[in-house]
């Protein structure tokens, strides 16, 4: 005899059946939301690596104006953005005067890398820049309350060690992989520390404020710091360069490049923060290795090989 469930047991099922769905569907929309985190953060990767290689095409034609290289993608950002604060004509919620700061540290962090492609090769630069990884966490660890388990720093610890192995690795060189390799080293450490400060800065901000805004106020600080510095460090440099094609289309596509990377950074920060932005970042050697192999013509040594395969792996 066929037994009929009763309707408790039946709403039951019900029940349960619902909870599973929106399980399955929690589930997946948190899965798809990786993948597109993901994607996102490769394409910040690809954007960096073409700033990287535009940047290294202005040093190699040498023309020593990185602050001008960081004018022309300020400029955009504020022409753009700016434009969208104007059309809304709503206060800051955020005090200039932090702006200020935060458009400091983010001009002197693209100065000092930028400066390094005059001394040594774009794949210490490009590897060196995952220090950046290592300040953003200590940041993020003091300044946000930020949790880290102990093996997340021993990760940390063994990423150090490996990128100090850059650093000898272009002082045994001797100028293989540029004219003073150790001192644009020297230049990439110092510039991550900038990019750490501006990185954690612009979570902070973008998570509890509006992104449009935030691009909007670094790329008008941006600009007008750089405006400034131009005139008073590279105005001689400028007027002794003889602008090529070559040179206004690294400037254009250095413009262009970073003006996408800046447009995804508040994405991907509001999403998942500074460290896993910094962390999907790490893929950007791959593509500076590939244009090393393809465009220069330059061996990779095994140190940068080692630091290559294993510093992604110290994070997981």
């Given at each position: 005899?066929?037994?009929?469930?009763?309707p408790?047991v039946?709403?039951h099922?019900?029940?349960?059946?619902m909870?599973?769905?929106?399980?399955?569907?929690?589930?997946?929309?948190?899965?798809?939301?990786?993948?597109?985190?993901l994607?996102?953060?490769?394409?910040?990767?690809f954007?960096?690596?073409?700033?990287?290689?535009?940047?290294s095409?202005?040093?190699?034609?040498?023309?020593?104006a990185?602050?001008?290289?960081?004018?022309?993608?300020?400029?955009?950002l504020?022409?753009?953005?700016?434009?969208?604060?104007?059309y809304?004509?709503?206060?800051?919620?955020v005090p200039?005067?932090?702006?200020?700061?935060?458009?400091?540290?983010?001009?002197?962090?693209?100065y000092?890398?930028?400066?390094?492609?005059?001394?040594?090769?774009?794949?210490?630069?490009?590897?060196?820049d995952?220090?950046?990884?290592?300040?953003?966490?200590?940041?993020?660890?003091?300044?946000l309350?930020?949790?880290?388990s102990?093996?997340?720093f021993f990760?940390v610890?063994?990423?150090?060690?490996?990128?100090?192995?850059?650093l000898?690795?272009?002082a045994?060189?001797?100028?293989?992989?540029?004219?003073?390799?150790?001192?644009?080293?020297?230049l990439?450490?110092?510039g991550?520390?900038?990019?750490?400060?501006?990185?954690?800065?612009?979570?902070?901000?973008?998570?509890?404020?509006?992104?449009?805004?935030?691009?909007?106020?670094?790329?008008?600080?941006?600009m007008?710091?750089?405006?400034?510095?131009?005139?008073?460090?590279e105005?001689k440099?400028?007027?002794?360069?003889?602008?090529?094609?070559?040179?206004?289309?690294?400037?254009?596509?250095?413009a262009?490049?970073s003006?996408?990377?800046?447009?995804?950074?508040?994405f991907v920060?509001?999403?998942?923060g500074?460290?896993?932005?910094?962390?999907?970042?790490?893929?950007?050697?791959?593509w500076?290795?590939?244009?090393?192999?393809?465009?220069?013509?330059?061996?990779?040594?095994?140190?940068p090989?080692?630091?290559?395969i294993?510093?992604?792996?110290?994070f997981?």
């Amino acid at each position: 005899m066929e037994t009929v469930g009763t309707p408790d047991v039946l709403c039951h099922q019900n029940m349960d059946q619902m909870l599973q769905k929106r399980g399955w569907w929690r589930n997946h929309e948190d899965n798809m939301r990786t993948l597109f985190l993901l994607f996102l953060g490769q394409v910040l990767s690809f954007g960096m690596a073409m700033m990287s290689f535009t940047a290294s095409l202005v040093a190699a034609e040498g023309v020593d104006a990185p602050l001008t290289l960081s004018f022309f993608s300020y400029l955009a950002l504020t022409l753009v953005y700016g434009s969208i604060m104007l059309y809304r004509s709503k206060k800051l919620l955020v005090p200039w005067y932090w702006y200020v700061l935060l458009g400091f540290v983010d001009v002197h962090g693209n100065y000092l890398v930028n400066k390094a492609y005059e001394f040594s090769s774009i794949t210490s630069v490009t590897i060196l820049d995952c220090w950046t990884i290592a300040w953003v966490i200590l940041l993020t660890w003091i300044f946000l309350g930020t949790k880290y388990s102990w093996w997340q720093f021993f990760g940390v610890a063994i990423c150090l060690a490996g990128l100090g192995l850059v650093l000898l690795s272009d002082a045994h060189e001797g100028g293989e992989g540029g004219s003073k390799p150790l001192l644009g080293d020297v230049l990439v450490v110092a510039g991550t520390i900038f990019f750490a400060l501006s990185n954690v800065g612009e979570e902070f901000c973008v998570k509890k404020k509006d992104r449009v805004e935030v691009v909007a106020m670094i790329g008008l600080f941006g600009m007008l710091l750089s405006a400034i510095e131009i005139v008073v460090l590279e105005r001689k440099i400028l007027e002794s360069v003889t602008w090529s094609s070559e040179i206004m289309t690294a400037f254009a596509g250095y413009a262009a490049s970073s003006f996408m990377f800046y447009t995804l950074v508040p994405f991907v920060l509001k999403m998942g923060g500074s460290t896993l932005f910094n962390l999907s970042l790490l893929t950007s050697n791959m593509w500076a290795v590939a244009i090393i192999i393809f465009f220069y013509k330059q061996k990779v040594t095994f140190f940068p090989i080692f630091i290559f395969i294993f510093t992604p792996c110290n994070f997981f």
